[in-house]
């Protein structure tokens, strides 16, 4: 099960907060929180808040156990910018963009990995359920029996275009 936890209008920029999020992707919360405490970077924190928000909400809300929790997802979105500006030279001004932006952290219980195991196990079950363009994209010889429609289409639209008999003259 996925659980996430949402911290919006962040006065931090987006680029920051990524250079800090594709760190923790796919960690055990443990070692994410680790890595967190350790950051010298600012953008750090509001990760870490955001990340010990999700690890409470699949605590309390979905009785999971956070020592079994893993950071499936950190996704980093602009928030609006507050514009200000700045006296310049010769009076003019210059715009400050003051970006802000908004921080989802996404933490899955281990459940969610056996599922995604036993889907991508049965892909290519599914792929080998769906024919013959199926089979040959996975390398598997075409059936003879695909061949043999395919030989009598050829000759149904030769006999409805009218050169059936230059067709058999071709194939002898």
Not at 4 to 31: E, Y
Not at 141 to 147: C, F, I, K, L
């Amino acid at each position: 099960m996925e659980v996430k936890a949402t911290a919006k209008f962040v006065r931090t920029a987006p680029n920051k907060l990524r250079q800090v999020a594709n760190q923790i992707r796919d960690l055990p919360v443990g070692q994410a929180q680790e890595l967190l405490l350790v950051s010298p970077k600012a953008s750090a924190e509001p990760i870490r808040k955001t990340l010990e928000s999700a690890i409470a909400n699949a605590e309390n809300n979905h009785d999971l156990d956070a020592d079994e929790l893993l950071v499936s997802g950190v996704f980093v979105n602009e928030g609006p910018v507050l514009r200000r500006f700045r006296p310049r030279a010769m009076g003019r001004a210059t715009r400050i963009r003051k970006r802000t932006s908004h921080l989802t952290v996404v933490v899955a219980g281990p459940d969610d990995e056996d599922d995604d195991a036993g889907q991508a196990a049965s892909v290519p079950a599914a792929a080998a359920v769906g024919g013959a363009s199926a089979g040959a994209a996975a390398g598997a010889e075409e059936p003879t029996g695909s061949a043999a429609s395919a030989e009598t289409d050829e000759t149904d639209d030769t006999e409805a275009t009218g050169d059936a008999p230059a067709q058999a003259e071709r194939e002898e």
